[in-house]
């Protein structure tokens, strides 16, 4: 059974930084693109960042590019995002997200998912 837990959200100062962790269980780490979505409040679920299998590919939401950063540890079966320069837009629930399919920049290939942790940028 795959399993996704982020981790590392919470409240901080616009400007701030937070990087989350997603910890994945039941799956070939390495054989799956990781992506981190968000769902800010009264909005619709937006993809943010993803990560090939291999680490070498990346892709970002133009709104994060320059400030967040998707990285992975494949021998500790971890997902990051590390997260700088935190505007108050940046609040949300994030979430990550595993898939076995090719096309890792499409959101809607992503079948695989966390429950969620809150994000909260104060200005």
């Known amino acids: 059974q795959v399993q996704l837990v982020e981790s590392g959200g919470g409240l901080v100062q616009a400007g701030g930084s937070l990087r989350l962790s997603c910890a994945a269980s039941?799956?070939?780490?390495?054989?799956?693109?990781l992506g981190w979505f968000r769902q800010p409040p009264g909005k619709e679920r937006e993809l943010v960042a993803t990560?090939?299998?291999?680490?070498?590919?990346?892709y970002y939401v133009d709104s994060v590019k320059g400030r967040f950063t998707i990285s992975r540890d494949n021998a500790k079966n971890t997902l990051y995002l590390q997260m700088n320069s935190l505007k108050p837009e940046d609040t949300a629930v994030y979430y990550c997200?595993?898939?076995?399919?090719?096309?890792?920049?499409?959101?809607?290939?992503?079948?695989?998912w966390g429950q969620g942790t809150q994000v909260t940028v104060s200005s």
């Open positions: 997200a595993a898939t076995d399919g090719r096309d890792f920049w499409l959101g809607r290939v992503y079948k695989y």
């Open positions: 039941g799956l070939t780490f390495s054989s799956y693109a």
């Open positions: 990560i090939s299998g291999s680490g070498r590919s990346t």
